[in-house]
C-alpha cells in the first residue's frame, strides 16, 4: 500500500521508469498508462525537448535584454507534461508562475507565456479560455483559488476537476494549509499537484518541514502520492489516478512529484552560492527526458524520423517564440488606467481624464510653436 | 485498486474517537416566498440586510454565502438567520475558521461564474484574509485586462461602542479604499442596508461592505426599492453654515448633533457618505461650496484616515470657498482600547459639537 499515515518520514517513490530507462511495474499505477502507445511515447518526449528548448531561448532572451525575469523550470519537464498531458480541456489550472510547460499543454501560445516576463502585461493570456489561471506570484495563494473552484464544481454537479500546482516552499505557507483544510472538509475535487525540486532560492526542503511532504496531507484527510516526478509515466500515471477520483466522487488528492531545479530560481538567482556542485550532477543523472529518450531507444521507437521532427518542431518554437518576443508592442499608456474596475467608478475615470489631458499636452502641434 | 488504498485518511484520531464528517445539518425547507420584501415594512438594520441577501438570492442561483456560523446559528449578529434552511447548505456554506480560504476559495467560486458574499464575522478579522484581497480579488480585473470579473461582496460588522474584546470593535475601511479594484461601502441605516446590499452583491466589482454592528438592532422603514445607484451619497439634514461628513453608525450621532447645533442657531448639513469608494465628491463638493466649512468625522484613526483624504481633495477642489481650516472628530491613533476607554476614544456628539465650534472659529 502506497499510503502514507505514519509518523515517519515516507520514503516510497513511486516509479515506472528509472534512470536508466528500464520500464518498472507498479501495480497501482500502471493501469493508469496501459493505454500509453509508442505514439503517445514521442510525444510526450517532443513536448519535453520542446518546452525544454522554449526554457532555455527565454533565458537566452533575458540575458539580451529583452526580457525582465525568466523562471526556468528545467529538470522538471517530466512533471509538468506527465501530468499537463493527464488534464481533460474541461478541468482548471491553477498555478505558479513555473509551469510553463503546464501552459504548453493548455495550449498556450509560447510568446504569450513571455507576455508578463517582458512587461508588457500582467496576464499572458485570458484565464477562462484556457482555463488556465493567471499564474500566481504570490505564494500559494492559487491552491485556495483551485480549491474554491472545486467546490463550485460540487455545486454545480460537473465532474471536472481543479488542479493546484505549488512547489516545496509554498508548503510552508499558510494558504496552502487552508486550502487543504477547505478541500477535506467540502470533499473538493481538486489535485494538489507539488513539485518539490527541493529549493525555493536559496532554501533547501529541508527548512519548510522536518517531514516528507506527502506525509502531511493524510493528516488533512487527504489521501497522498510520493512520485519520481522525473519519471513522465508515472507522473502522469498519478495525476489520471487522481483526477479519477476527483471526477468519481473521491475528493481531493495530493501528488509529491520529486524532481529538481536545475536551474536558477529566476535568472536574477545565482545559485552557486548555496548549492553544492554535486548535488546538482547527481540529479543531472536522473534527467527525465533522457530517461525517455532511453525507454524509447529500448523499445526501437527512437527513429532518426523523431529526431530529426523534434528537432525541427523545437528550432520552429524557438523561432517563433523569439520573433514573438520582439515583436510585442507596448502598451498604450493609457492602459495604464484600464480595467481597474468592471464598472464605471468616479476617482479613478477622472485620474484617467486628467492624465489623457497631461498626455494630449505633449502632442506633436503640427509645426506650430 | 489503487482509488481504495490510497485512502489514506485515517478513519480513527489516536484517541480512538471517529472523526464527525463534515455533513450539513438536516434543512426543514420552508415555503417559497417571490420576494423578500413585498412592500414596506420596519425592519431592523440587521434584518433589511437579511431581507436584501435574501432577494439577491432568490434573484440569482449564482449567489453563494460564505462565512463562519452563519448556517445553522445565522451568524453571530443573525444577519443570515434562516438562510440556510430556505437555500440549503451548497448556498448558504459554513466554512472552517480560515478567513484566508473564505475570501480565497470566493476567488475561485468567481472564477466559475458565482457571486460569493462572505462574512467575516468581526472587523478585526479580516486581516488574516488580507493578502486575498489586496493581492488577488482587488486585481483579477485589471491583471486579466477585464478578463475575469470578482463580482465578491465582503461583509464585515465593523466599528466600535459595544463594550467588546479586542479585534471587535476595529474600523479598518482605510486599508480598503487605499486599495485600488475594490469599492467600499458603509451604511447607515436599515433602508441603505436593504438597497445597498443589493446593490453591492449585483455589482460586477468586488465590494467591500461594511455594517455598523452598534447599529444593528434599530429599527426603521425599509421599501424593496433599490433606490439612488450605491456610489453617491446621502444629504440626511440639510444646512447652511457647517458641512458634517459621517458614514456608518456615526451618521446617526452627526444627525444628534445637527439638532443639538440648531438650537444654538447653527445649520448643520450632514452628509451621509455610503460610499466610501468612490467618494462621491460632487455631493461633498457642493456642500462646502454653499458652507465654506468642513468637518469629517469617523471612528478610524485620524493618521492615514480617509478625513484627511477628503479634505485633501476638497482643498484642492473648492480652496477658494473655505472659510476656515477643515477639522477632523475622529478615533485617536491608537489600538483600540478596552471597552471602559472606548466612550473616550470615539468621537460622540459634544465632540462632534466640539468640531464644529472650532471649524466656526468659536473655539481653539
Known sequence: MHTVHTGETPDILLQLLSPEGMRLADADLDPWVAEVTGADLAALYQDMVVVRRIDAEATALQRQGELGLWPPLLGQEAAQIGSGRALRADDFVFSSYRENAVAWCRGIAPTDILRVWRGTAQSGWDPLVYRMATPSIIIGAQTLHATGWAMGAVFDGADSVAVAYFGDGATSEGDVSEALVFAASFQAPVVFFCQNNHWAISEPVGLQTRFGIAGRAPGFGIPSLRIDGNDVLAVMAATRLALNRARTGGGPTFIEAVTYRMGPHTTADDPTRYRPAAELEEWAKKDPILRLRRLLDSLGLFTPELESETQALADATAAELRAGCIGLPDPEPLTVLANVYATPHAGVDRQRAEYAAYLASFEPTGGKV | ?364
Do not use: W
Open chain 2, 1 to 364: 485498486m489503487s482509488i481504495e488504498t490510497i485512502r489514506s485518511a485515517p478513519a480513527t484520531r489516536a484517541n480512538g474517537s471517529t472523526p464527525v464528517p463534515a455533513t450539513p445539518v438536516p434543512v426543514t425547507p420552508v415555503s417559497p416566498i417571490e420576494a423578500a420584501l413585498t412592500d414596506t415594512k420596519t425592519l431592523t438594520l440587521a434584518k433589511a440586510i437579511n431581507a436584501g441577501l435574501r432577494q439577491s438570492m432568490l434573484d440569482d442561483p449564482k449567489v453563494v454565502l460564505l462565512g463562519e456560523d452563519i448556517g445553522a446559528l445565522g451568524g453571530v449578529f443573525r444577519v443570515t438567520i434562516d438562510l440556510l434552511a430556505e437555500f440549503g447548505p451548497n448556498r448558504v456554506v459554513d466554512t472552517p475558521l480560515a478567513e484566508s480560504a473564505i475570501i480565497g476559495t470566493a476567488v475561485g467560486l468567481a472564477y466559475r461564474g458565482y457571486r460569493p458574499v462572505c462574512e467575516i464575522q468581526f472587523d478585526g478579522f479580516i486581516f488574516p484574509g488580507f493578502d486575498q484581497i489586496v493581492s488577488q480579488v482587488a486585481r483579477f480585473h485589471y491583471r486579466t485586462q477585464g478578463a475575469l470579473r470578482m463580482p465578491i461582496t465582503i461583509r464585515v460588522p465593523f466599528g466600535g461602542g459595544i463594550g467588546a474584546a479586542e479585534h471587535h470593535s476595529e474600523s479598518p475601511e482605510a486599508y480598503f479604499t487605499h486599495t485600488s479594484g475594490l469599492r467600499v461601502i458603509a451604511v447607515s441605516n436599515p433602508q441603505d442596508a436593504y438597497s445597498l446590499i443589493r446593490q453591492a452583491i449585483a455589482s460586477d466589482d468586488p465590494v467591500l461592505f461594511f455594517e455598523p454592528k452598534r447599529r444593528y438592532h434599530v429599527a426603521g422603514p425599509v421599501t424593496p426599492q433599490l433606490g439612488e445607484p450605491f456610489e453617491s451619497a446621502r444629504v440626511v439634514a440639510a444646512g447652511t453654515d457647517v458641512t458634517l461628513i459621517a458614514y456608518g453608525a456615526l451618521v446617526t450621532t452627526a444627525t444628534d448633533a445637527a439638532l443639538a447645533a440648531a438650537d444654538e442657531g447653527i445649520s448643520v448639513e450632514v452628509i451621509d457618505l455610503r460610499s466610501l469608494s468612490p467618494i462621491d465628491y460632487a455631493a461633498v463638493e457642493a456642500s462646502v461650496r454653499k458652507t465654506g466649512r468642513l468637518v469629517v468625522t469617523h471612528e478610524a484613526a485620524r493618521s492615514g484616515g480617509l478625513g484627511g483624504e477628503i479634505i485633501a481633495e476638497v482643498t484642492e477642489r473648492c480652496f477658494d470657498y473655505l472659510e476656515a481650516a477643515p477639522v477632523r472628530v475622529t478615533g485617536f491613533d491608537i489600538p483600540y482600547p478596552a471597552a471602559k476607554l472606548e466612550s473616550h476614544h470615539l468621537p460622540d456628539l459634544d465632540r462632534m459639537l466640539d468640531g464644529v465650534d472650532r471649524v466656526l472659529g468659536r473655539r481653539r
